[in-house]
C-alpha cells in the first residue's frame, strides 16, 4: 500500500505527496481567504499547500504566515485557484480541504493535537465538511466499507470521494472496483485532469499488488525463509518486550499506526484471527509508527514543556486507538520515532499497514499479508 499521508496521510502519513518547497500560482481573481484559531499553534507557521496524488510529485506550497501567540492566522490566497486537493498544515498536522474553485472564504478552528483525528471546525468548503465528516466516522469504526463505497458514489465533489477511497481502503485491491467507480466520476467531471491520470495509474498499480513482488503478498517456502531480525521495544507503559520471546509460536508481525485508516479497518480482522487461533499456537507483535520524528523535536526543542506534551499526546493516541480496537495481546512496541522507527527501516517498511509472518523456527514465512492471507497462511504453518 502506498502511502498518501496523511498518509498518506499523511498522510508522510496522509501527504498526499513528498514534501516539497515549490510554491504554486494562481490566476487573477478576488482569491481565497483562510483564517481561524488553532490551539496550542501558537507562534508557529501555518501553510496552504497543492497536494497531489502522485507520491512522486512534490505538494506545493502556495502561501505561510506566522500564527499570533493565541494560534490565531489569517491567510489571504491570492487569485482564483484551480479546484483541486489541498490542505492547511501546521507542524506534523493537517487538514485536507476538497475545493471546487467557487470557495471565498474558509475558517477552520480547533485544537491542533487533534487536527490529523479529523477534529475540527469548518466553515464555508462543503465538499471539505462531508469529508471531514466521513473521516470522522472511520476514526470512530462508526463507517463500514459500504459507506465508504456510497460516499464515493454520491459525494457532490468527486475529488472527495477520491480521498476518502484512498485514505479508508489504502492499496487494498479487494476494493479496485470502488476506487474504479470514483475514477470514472472524476474523470467525467474533470477530464483530463492530472489528478486523474494520477489515479489511474494508482489503479493500475492495485492489480499487481497480490504479485510476489514489492509490498505485495508473497509466502516462501522452508527452502527460502530467512530469519526475522529482532525487535525489542517498550509498550506504552514502558514495558520492553522482544520478537525473539515468541520464538515456538506462530507470529503476525503487523506495522501499523494509530493515523493510517488503511491499518485501522484491517484491525477487525487481526482481532478475529488472533481470537480465533490465540490458543493454538499464534500472536501478534504490533509495532507502532506513532511518536513523533527528528523533525517535530527540533521544531519543538526551544520548549521541553511542549516537547514533552507532544510526545505524551502520541502515546495517548497510541493507546487510545489499541483500546478502541480491541488489540488485547500484550506485545504492542514502538520507539516512537513515526517513520524514522528503527525496525521498520529494518524490515524495509515504507508503506503501512506492512505485515510479515513469522513461522515457529523465528523465519519469515509470508509478506503483505491483507484480509483473508492471514488466516490462509496461518493454517499452512500451524
Not at 499547500?49 to 506545493?60: F, I, Q, R, T, W
Not at 494560534?71 to 492547511?88: C, D, H, S, T
Not at 520471546?245 to 479497518?265: E, I, T
Request: hydrophobic share 35%; charged share 20%; proline share 5%.
Amino acid at each position: 500500500m502506498k502511502n498518501f499521508a496523511f498518509l498518506i496521510l499523511a498522510i508522510a502519513a496522509l501527504a498526499l505527496g513528498c514534501e516539497g518547497g515549490s510554491s504554486a500560482s494562481f490566476g487573477s481573481g478576488n482569491g481565497l481567504n483562510i483564517s481561524g484559531t488553532i490551539n496550542g499553534a501558537g507562534s508557529m507557521q501555518v501553510y496552504f499547500d497543492k497536494v497531489g496524488l502522485n507520491p512522486a510529485s512534490p505538494n506545493l506550497v502556495v502561501l505561510n504566515t506566522d500564527a499570533d501567540a493565541s494560534g490565531k492566522y489569517n491567510l489571504n490566497v491570492p487569485g482564483e485557484q484551480a479546484p483541486g486537493l489541498y490542505r492547511l498544515r501546521v507542524g506534523e498536522q493537517q487538514v485536507f480541504l476538497v475545493l471546487d474553485g467557487k470557495e471565498s472564504k474558509i475558517e477552520i478552528s480547533g485544537d491542533l493535537a487533534n487536527f490529523n483525528r479529523f477534529q475540527y471546525d469548518i466553515k464555508g468548503c462543503d465538499n471539505c465538511l462531508g469529508y471531514r465528516d466521513m473521516m470522522q466516522k472511520l476514526v470512530a469504526q462508526q463507517a463500514q466499507p459500504a459507506d465508504v463505497q456510497a460516499f464515493v458514489e454520491n459525494s457532490p465533489n468527486p475529488m472527495a470521494g477520491v480521498l476518502v477511497a484512498i485514505q479508508a481502503f489504502g492499496g487494498n485491491p479487494a476494493y479496485i472496483e470502488t476506487h474504479k467507480k470514483a475514477k470514472a466520476r472524476l474523470e467525467a467531471t474533470y477530464p483530463g485532469n492530472d489528478y486523474t491520470k494520477d489515479y489511474d495509474n494508482y489503479i493500475t498499480s492495485l492489480s499487481q499488488v497480490r504479485q510476489p513482488s514489492g509490498n505485495g503478498f508473497t509466502f516462501y517456502e522452508e527452502a527460502e525463509r530467512q530469519p526475522a531480525p529482532d525487535i525489542k521495544l517498550p509498550n506504552p507503559g514502558g514495558k520492553e518486550y522482544a520478537l525473539s520471546d515468541l520464538k515456538g509460536q506462530v507470529v503476525l508481525l503487523d506495522f501499523w499506526a494509530s493515523w493510517c485508516r488503511p491499518c485501522r479497518m484491517e484491525n477487525p480482522n487481526v482481532v478475529k484471527v488472533y481470537n480465533n487461533y490465540k490458543d493454538k499456537g499464534f500472536t501478534v507483535f504490533s509495532v507502532s509508527l506513532d511518536g513523533i520524528d527528528s523533525r517535530m523535536e527540533q521544531m519543538l526543542a526551544g520548549d521541553p514543556a511542549k516537547l514533552n506534551e507532544a510526545r505524551s499526546n502520541e502515546v495517548k493516541k497510541w493507546k487510545d486507538a489499541i483500546a478502541q480496537d480491541g488489540l488485547i495481546w500484550n506485545t504492542h512496541v514502538s520507539d516512537l520515532k513515526k517513520w524514522e522507527c528503527a525496525p521498520a527501516r529494518q524490515y524495509g517498511v515504507s508503506s503501512i499497514p506492512r505485515t510479515f509472518m513469522i513461522d515457529k523456527e523465528g523465519r519469515i514465512a509470508a509478506t503483505g499479508l491483507r484480509g483473508e492471507q492471514v488466516e490462509e497462511t496461518l493454517k499452512k504453518l500451524l
